[in-house]
């Protein structure tokens, strides 16, 4: 079928057009919205249209007044071929329509401009370089580097280099837009070489010292000579190594060298990846400064890239925002930065599927400050490529309207800004908060779901191997309450791209024929891996609000596998814990926030090496309807933290984790949402844990949500109760309690007409029988007892207390937010808290070896009175190191020992004060990043 977009008619043109600007600033293609406007045909946008003021700006680099030599056709180097002479340095040249000029050699002049209205073409068999500035390839040009049927051959090889001429010129080109390969609309493109094997799983994990690689397949196109990157696999630490073939026989490849780190993953089952990077075609940058490299960007449709280098191209940095935002403010004072001025970038070339993809297939994009892969407001499939040291992330579908595929490419080190996925997200009147995203350091970054990604691998990232984040990002103004929004509000895809939402498309959501991607399901995400990144997956913005029980119209997450997953620190060198930021923390195999109606079918999750092990399937406070369904969760601390909202059944698997499934309760804090149902069924667990499931009830989020009555947990079929349901339970022993739960509202409205007052002081049996009201809605059955693998939590029937962590004279601990917490014995080398890193470093002889309390750090900052208490079995006292120089209220009856705890989180002061056995209540940590640490004395 051909690529060609049908002809149009003026008339037909002037009825679209103010139509189109609009949708193509929306993020979607003209080319693909047309066909949305009923009775309309789909016309093609010129590259000079509104949508495209892009074009105006290349044309103006090339335009006929600055021509110095045009070519009347024949071979390059050939004076024949010219109208004068061969161009020299300097030269800006043009090829006229209908003219073929053929590179049949290393030209060495050193051009300014390179405008192809006919055809320039390399011959395949000859070794040929042109060094020039801008190569601008116009809507009736051809650029031909080899084709699928005549590829560049290896022996041969062709090479665009793009010049370092000093400091791009802004009065010659105000928008930056040259300096690299750019091609308009309607300009065909085909640039291939010859066929490599692009990346290869390992048959054999190799280690330090081998010069012997077993892979899993016998490679295509490697030779002596060529050169490859083995993928390290540490999580924490650069282990990459580049390495060069000395034999190739069969599936064993010999390098000239040996391997310096072990590449084997914590399974036998799973595997590393070795990527090839070289290539017969070169796209490559003279210059190493970001500012003065070259870029390429795809304004055509007609485009088959295959088997091409593209090196250290790119000019956005990611470091920083960039300065040109359609919405928000820019950073002041910032040298230019404009977006858009990626390695290989499709930009805003049409979604429409009427006709063939734009292709691109077994690249290489290797080193960038920006992007690697940029599919912006296109349709393009991506194939069987490689990224390496591509800073922000190396695969990108931009704005959220794009369709076509991702599959079997490899993503490979890319070192981020280490702020968090919704770091720069659009904020009203603040600075450099614009919508910049894709910065963090990912492997592949998706705003949009109406894509194909399967069979990829990342490695090597500073946070998440793959992200959706689908609230779109406009190329047009639009109001700030749009995009202050978490639910997505731009409709950006048509109706005809949804596959299996029948109800979605009758929704109000739609308008004009158009739906936010937001509420889109994913298109395939079907056999991606993970490893040796500081994150697995991430999903957040998809279908928020628009929770609902239609299963069949639920995204899949489906057979994904993370393993080797490590930290991620910040931009400012600090440790970021699981649930940092809601979640957005490192050592986070899966994490689904603002998000809605997933299912994650068939998981491999394996913590491999890295130390703190953090959190297998994780999440913020307001996703809803989260299946798992045979999941292979293995040594994490937690294995899966149970959704707040909606249905969250764990079906069928295995579970070996310290703490395999951990339940919030009390997390509702709307009326509108679902309450929580967590469905344990026919699950394996292993047994070196310490539990298999564990119970904690939120008790500052809202008054309504901890008392709503319609949630359970259940294992197997039986109920599962919340210690915090016992009958002498008192969920707000103050009215400071009372007010970090019922900030400024009556949240109790729909479940019962008593003040909010009356419930300070009253246990659950006293509230039961008043108001009706008691945690989860009713109190814990008589009789109900302890039951094997569950933590703080009770069945009816049960033979015993409720399981859970003590040390005596430590019973329990309990937080607030219901989080997680371990006991240890206080000395020199000790965590500080879950999942961080902070130690203590000195400790007084006299408080060495007393039980400590090792809360998560997310505990900070809280202002609830009662925010962490503590279960004595015996008269003790309490020690509290709080780290502020100011003393916080409940600490004004407590003593001041005069001395100190040194941590790598910062020196602490002690307080003491003794207790009778029972229930201790300490306070929240208000003025202080850090959460305290508190130890015991039995007296």
Known sequence: MSDDPPSSNSTDRALLSTRRAFLAGLGVGAAGTAGALSGVPDIPMLADDSGHSDAHHVRELVADSKVTHRATGGPWRDPASWDDEVPGDDARVQIPADVTVTLDNEAAARLRTVRVDGTLRADPTAA??????????????????????????KDAGARLTFLDGGPIDESADPERIGRGLVTLRGATVRMV?????????????????????????????????????????????????????????????TLDSPLEFDHVPPRESLSGVVAHLDRAVTLESESTRTERRGHVMFMSDDVHVGHVAFSSLGRTDKSRPFTDPKNGVPPKDAEPNPQARYACHFHRTGTGTEHGPRVVEGCVVNGSPGWGYVNHASFVRFEDNVSFRVFGAGFVAETGAERGAFRRNFALRSHGSGSVPDGRQFKANSEGSIDDFGHGGYGFWFQGPAITVED?????????????????????????????????????????????????????????????????????????????SGGGLDISRHMFTFSHE????????????????????????????????????????????YSANVVIRNPTLVSGSGGRRGVAINRNHAPANVH?????????????????????????????????????????????????????????FGDGGRAEVSLSAELDDHLYGLFTPEGHVRRDGTDLYFAEQAPDFVPFPSKADLRAANPGDDALADLSDVSPGALVGKSNAELFESFGLAVEGE????????????????????????????????????????????????????PVYVYDDSEFLTVPGRYTGLPYVRPEVEDADSERRSFLT???????????????????????GWTDTGDTLGTSDGTRRVYERDFDAGTVRLGGAVDTHSMYSAFVRER
Do not use: C
């Open 550 to 593: 239609r299963v069949d119209a639920y995204s899949v997450v489906e057979d994904f596998t993370a393993f080797n997953v490590g930290s991620h620190v910040s931009q400012w060198d600090r440790l970021r814990p699981p649930n940092s930021r809601g979640a957005q923390g490192g050592e986070n195999g899966i994490s689904i926030r």
């Open 193 to 253: 070489g010859q066929a490599v094997t692009s990346w290869l799983r390992f048959g054999q994990s190799p280690r330090a010292g081998d010069r012997v690689l077993s892979l899993a397949k016998e490679p295509h196109g490697w030779s002596a000579g060529d050169t490859l990157v083995v993928a390290g696999m540490h999580p924490d630490r650069d282990e990459d190594e580049v390495v060069s073939v000395a034999d190739v026989d069969g599936s064993r490849v």
């Open 456 to 532: 990829n691998v990342a490695a090597g990232h500073r946070h998440y191997g793959f992200v959706y984040w689908n609230r779109a990002k406009p190329d047009a103004e639009v109001s700030a309450d749009t995009l202050d929004s978490l639910v997505g509000k731009v409709p950006n895809l048509p109706v005809e791209a949804l596959s299996g939402q029948p109800e979605l498309a009758r929704s109000d959501r739609v308008e004009d024929g158009m739906v936010p991607s937001s509420f889109v399901r994913l298109e395939s995400f079907a056999r991606n891996t993970v490893f040796a």
């Open 779 to 830: 109190v814990l059955p008589e009789g109900a007892g302890g039951a094997p693998g569950v933590e703080s939590g009770f069945v009816a029937g049960g033979t015993g207390d409720a399981a859970s962590q003590s040390l005596a004279p430590i019973e329990r601990v309990h937080s607030a937010e219901g989080s997680v917490y371990e006991l240890g014995r206080l000395r020199s080398g000790e």
């Open 870 to 892: 503590l279960t004595l079995s015996s008269p003790s006292t309490v020690y509290v190191a709080y780290d502020s120089e100011s003393e916080p209220g409940w600490l004004s």
């Open 628 to 684: 798992v369904e045979n999941p292979d969760i293995e040594g994490w601390f937690t294995g899966i933290r149970a959704p707040p909202r909606g249905s969250a059944p764990i079906r069928g698997g295995r579970l070996d984790n310290h703490i395999d499934v951990h339940v919030i309760g009390g997390t509702t804090d709307r009326r509108w949402s679902e309450k929580q149902h967590v469905d344990i069924d026919d699950v394996t």
């Open 128 to 153: 040929t370089q042109l060094l020039l500035d801008t190569l601008v390839v116009t809507e009736t040009g051809t650029l031909e580097v080899g084709t699928p049927e005549s590829p560049i051959q």
